[in-house]
């Protein structure tokens, strides 16, 4: 009992040094929080804890097992609510929470809303593509509008893991494989979701997960174990999760992997030491679909009642389903296996963000079926979502400028299953998607052109199925138009949670069409609908022109043609590498030297025998329509201490005849340190808007805090020495300076 003792008195010595020096407002806030804590019983108290799934529809993990759902909503049992949605059920649903308690403690209600609610916007990892923080922002409180008005008042997103493993489903949730710019698009989901008042009533509860290190599940394989250490976990996975907090992120979500042989979910050091020790969190957490009570299967508990303890006793505030806590915590409580302070403070950060969202003044106030009606799909979500989808396209190939394709062009034969499908480009999590409002590839090209071009359409092929009974229908519409546009790729359930692969390559025979389309003799355009890097090589070299489309939401057909007849420039970059080949997963441009560093020729070296180190196509890659030119790069200084500013200058050039967007990347790499260091680390980008012929003085500004890491004693510092700094169009294309802090 002694670890528990602890967790108890920390808990105490934290609430009593912080309620001293608090502003008037939330000193307010604490009395309310704490006058209300006082009157509540024990089982009131755990009730508030308990979170149960309101749709056997939404299921977003293994089906529910409680039978008594509205009787324990009634009986305080429940403190939050999943998966409802529409205002007049939220309303009925919080009804009988407000009407039936002795207290009437109102409920939160949660879902995933990922990448929009009924306006669907690209997922994440596309999204991340377009390194607009502004725009991501956005898309955020667009989806935050809509899914307040249908009653939700919590989303379980940002999903901000560090995601290096293309073989792991779940890289389609968030913003790929680098800690700087993935801390940068969390902080901005985080002000998107939430606003800057949480009591008004178009705004959400944000939750930062998964916390911690999921994305580096071993083999990629959902759900699976991971082990690294403290040294890569402070420098790579927690930066995103900081940067959420620092935000203002108001709940945090466990994750379903072991770190060092401990859940996530349990992980006090994680948990209390971290998150809420030196991060100083005033939120509340809250478990994964089942995870305290997976804790058993685990082999960390050995039943229900171990799994609570150990759950609470490491700081996960809130039950999501597993129901351990409602069952256990009461009894734990009585046996003096648990100090009640504990439960004390979880309660206390669930009820102080139920104060915070308004909901003890007005309990309905997400509950306004006119307003549900006025924001759902409207015109301004509906352009940010064009917006979105065409900054999220990455031109991966542009051989002999194919692209943009001329709207004097007599035929097009759009060919694919992704061609005129409604249902793919939502992506997976796609919440409140309505499909039948989704404008399709072979739709935004015939809005597009007009009648005053023939526009074939013919699938050809399963995206999934050895079906080949499609192909003369597509070699026969192919032979008949001037250009041919293959929409090809990997369906939305292919991605997602428990959608690990070990082939990344297209499935079904969608390839093979490709194939026997390009022996017609025709311009051949690949549109990729995918939501994670899959090994394209051998596409990529059979192809004069190959388009990256994700999955871009509700507008994705209107984006698409916008793109390829160059009314848009493609302006998205990479924020993950793409493989060459599935072997060499987990890929990401910031690994370390080795003593054997890769030199090509070398036998001795750190390489594959079969294929190179080098990734298809590399982090922050992506073409223009136009072509630009750096000069070289200027330093203001050559040497700098930590009082200094270095200020690293380079001039861009549009050389090319459109108008377009470059997105201009700062790497640096520490060469002599305490620890090995990343051979480069992105530091700093700035987006510039160019007329042909037009050049821009770019500047940047770095000091010593920009240098620092987390040491091996754990302390975030700059070390003196030399360091080479980077500037260019992705991580492989770079030209590069050096400079020394004393």
Known sequence: MKKEFIAALIVLISFSCSTSSLPEQEKILEKKVNDLLARMTLGEKVGQLNQLSGSVDLLTGPKSHHKNFIEDIKRGRVGSVLNAAGAANVRWLQQMAVDCTRLHIPLIFGRDVIHGFRTTFPVPLAEACSWDTSLVRRTARAAAVEAAAAGINWTFAPMVDIGRDARWGRVMEGAGEDPYLGSLIAAARVRGFQGNDLSAPNTILACAKHYAAYGFVEAGRDYNTVDMSEYKLRNVVLPPFKAAVEAGCATVMHSFNDLWGIPATGHEFLIRHVLKGEWGFKGFTVSDWGSVGEMISHGHAADTAEAALRG????????????????????????????????????????????????????????????????????????????????????????KGLLPLSKKIKSVAVIGPFADDRRDPLGNWAAACDPSRTVTLLEGLRKKLGKETTVYHAPGCSFDRPDRS???????????????????????????????????????????????????????????????????????????????????????????????????????????????????????????????????????STKYIDVSNDPLFPFGYGLSYTTFEYSAISLNHTSITSKDTLKAGISVTNTGKYEGEETVQLYIHDVTASLNRPVKELKAFKKVLLHPGETRRIEFSLTASDLAFWNREMKFVAEPGKFILYIGKNAAETQEVSFELK
Request: aromatic share 8%.
């Open 470 to 604: 499609g192909f003369a229908e597509a070699l026969s519409v192919a032979r008949r138009a001037d250009v041919v546009i293959m929409a090809i790729g990997e369906p939305w359930w292919m991605s997602g949670e428990n959608n690990s692969r070990v082939f990344l390559s297209i499935p079904g025979v969608q390839e093979e069409l490709v194939e026997e389309i390009i022996k017609t003799g025709k311009p051949v355009v690949v549109v990729l609908h995918n939501g994670r890097p899959l090994c394209i090589g051998k596409l990529k070299d059979r192809v004069p022109a190959l388009l990256e489309a994700w999955h871009l939401g509700t507008r994705s057909g209107d984006a698409l043609a916008d793109v390829l007849f160059g009314d848009y420039n493609p302006s998205g970059r990479l924020v993950c590498s793409f493989p060459q080949a599935v072997g060499q997963c987990p890929l990401y441009y910031n690994g370390y030297s080795t003593g054997r560093p890769n030199y090509h020729n070398e036998q001795w």
């Open 312 to 399: 609470i006793t490491a700081g996960c505030d809130m039950d999501m389903e597993s129901q351990s806590y409602i069952r256990s915590l009461v009894t734990l409580v009585q046996q003096g296996k648990v100090k009640e302070s504990l439960i004390d403070d979880a309660v206390r950060r669930i009820l102080r963000m139920k104060f915070k969202l308004g909901l003890f003044d007005d309990p309905y106030r997400y509950c306004d079926t006119v307003r549900e009606k006025q924001v759902m799909m409207c015109t301004e979500h509906l352009d940010l979502a064009l917006e979105a989808a065409r900054k999220s396209i990455v031109l991966l190939k542009n051989e």
